[in-house]
């Protein structure tokens, strides 16, 4: 896939291994990390945060994302996803959801095998997303 971006696909699964270790998984014990590229070539990354109360669960993803909205950051291009090793750890519904009202068409990299595994959010993932009108989901 043709790559415009300063940070490589396998750079940015490096640093989702490095936030994975971060993760805090007693219930499940199933880390995962997150590594957000933004269109700026900045990386901000996430880990999963489990509870007691195990639904409270907050995905990697979606610490990564809003970690970096909090630090004023709203446009992203790629987003790497680690799991177990060498698995594709294919992101849950609510985080594309999430994914897709900052930039529908991200891209998500992911490990399998290896070669990273690149797919585009709107075409592979997450086709129809939910929206309040049909125009709204963006990446301006
Ligand atoms: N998890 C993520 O961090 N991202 C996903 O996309 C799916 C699942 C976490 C939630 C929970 O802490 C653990 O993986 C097992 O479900």
Same mark, same amino acid.
């Given at each position: 896939m043709d790559w415009p971006h300063s940070v490589s696909p396998e750079e940015l699964l490096q640093k989702a291994r490095v936030a994975q270790q971060a993760a805090y998984v007693p219930y499940s014990a199933f880390p995962v990390g997150a590594a957000l590229l933004t269109e700026g070539g900045d990386v901000i990354t996430g880990c999963n945060v489990e509870n007691a109360s195990y639904g409270l669960a907050l995905c990697a993803e979606r610490n990564a994302l809003t970690t970096a909205v909090a630090r004023g950051e709203k446009k992203f291009a790629a987003i790497a996803v680690v799991g177990r090793s060498g698995e594709a750890c294919l992101p849950c519904g609510a985080?594309?959801? /999430?994914? #897709? *009202? /900052?930039? %529908? #068409? +991200? +891209?998500?990299?992911? @490990? @399998?095998? %290896? *070669? %990273?595994l690149i797919y585009h959010l709107d075409l592979d993932l997450l086709p129809h997303p939910f929206a309040l009108r049909s125009e709204e989901l963006t990446n301006d």
């Open positions: 985080c594309r959801q /999430f994914m #897709a *009202e /900052f930039n %529908p #068409a +991200l +891209l998500v990299v992911l @490990e @399998e095998g %290896p *070669e %990273p």
